[in-house]
């Protein structure tokens, strides 16, 4: 189970999801109508050594439980890429990427000349992802800072020490993040990114309304899936189901504008057709939004 403070690295508790996500996007990268391109992705999911995973990529890829993560998570991925690549064709020069995990996006988008990504995420998560991306003479496409750092710690100190400019507009991503934060962290990440952010500066977010059938997709991942990398993730272990303001709710109180969309309308968005999701798996997925609130820049008028 979680506790306060707790850490991990690529193959355990919170890292073993950043490399099933890694897994997904590498699986949607193989499509002939493919959301996203990863060419890093599947490199990383070698490297860890993760048996499951790697069997996940090489012989399980047909498997309908695969279809269902490569869709979902490349519903995902395409949505905060569009987020980064909105914000800078409106002149964004700075991105802070929030539990960066193992995604390339600093290396795999294109980014404008003077633009500026920090990443953060836990030590041995982004030890692990720089040796990989050494070992293929990996080139970042904007200036890339990597900040090692626990979220639930004073990050806004290590993200100010490392160059970033309070004062400019930023786009920042918390991708796949709140769940494994509990209502309080959530609540304090949202202060200080609220804190730091400059008239014009965006944030993009995915949250989950409807936990309530944790206990059902556990039993169901440990039956059905059995042998597969989901059946060796408890989610139940992972997730804070404690109560939480909506992100739009809450930055909507703040005079941010927001945008919230469910599965369906990202599906609609970016014409790929949802795969037949498992009756126990409708709540969590079905019942997710993605949303991009972005902070005037001028303030309403009373």
Do not use: N
Not at 47 to 57: D, N, P
Not at 118 to 137: I, M, N, S, T, Y
Not at 198 to 225: H, I, K, T, V
């Amino acid at each position: 189970m979680r506790t306060e403070g707790d850490t991990w690295d690529i193959v355990s508790s919170v890292g073993a999801t950043a490399l099933g996500v890694a897994a997904a996007r590498a699986l949607e990268s193989e499509q002939p109508d493919a959301l996203i391109r990863d060419d890093f992705a599947a490199r990383f999911v070698t490297a860890s050594g993760h048996e499951g995973m790697t069997r996940w990529l090489h012989e399980d890829s047909d498997r309908v439980e695969s279809k269902l993560a490569s869709t979902m998570i490349g519903l995902r991925s395409r949505f905060f890429d569009e987020h980064f690549r909105a914000a800078a064709a409106d002149g964004v020069r700075q991105a802070v990427i929030l539990a960066a995990g193992l995604d390339a996006r600093a290396y795999r988008l294109d980014w404008p000349a003077g633009t500026t990504v920090f990443e953060l995420d836990q030590p041995k998560v982004l030890e692990f992802k720089a040796r990989v991306l050494d070992e293929h003479d990996a080139v970042p496409a904007a200036r890339r800072h990597a900040i090692a750092i626990d979220l639930r710690e004073d990050w806004p100190a290590a993200l100010l020490d490392s160059g970033f400019d309070p004062g400019a507009p930023t786009a920042w991503t918390a991708e796949g993040l709140l769940p494994y934060l509990p209502g309080a962290a959530q609540e304090a990440l949202f202060e200080r990114v609220e804190r730091l952010s400059a008239p014009g500066s965006r944030l993009a977010l995915d949250s989950m309304s409807d936990l309530r059938d944790l206990d059902r997709m556990a039993e169901f991942q440990a039956e059905q899936l059995r042998g597969t990398p989901m059946a060796e993730i408890d989610l139940r272990e992972l997730f804070y189901t404690d109560d939480r303001s909506a992100p739009e709710t809450w930055f909507g109180a703040r005079g941010w504008t927001a945008e919230s969309l469910t599965v369906r309308e990202l599906s609609a968005r970016y014409g790929r057709a949802l795969p037949e999701i498992p009756e126990v798996y409708e709540t969590m997925f079905l019942g997710a939004r993605f949303v991009a609130v972005a902070k005037p820049v001028t303030a309403p008028s009373a």
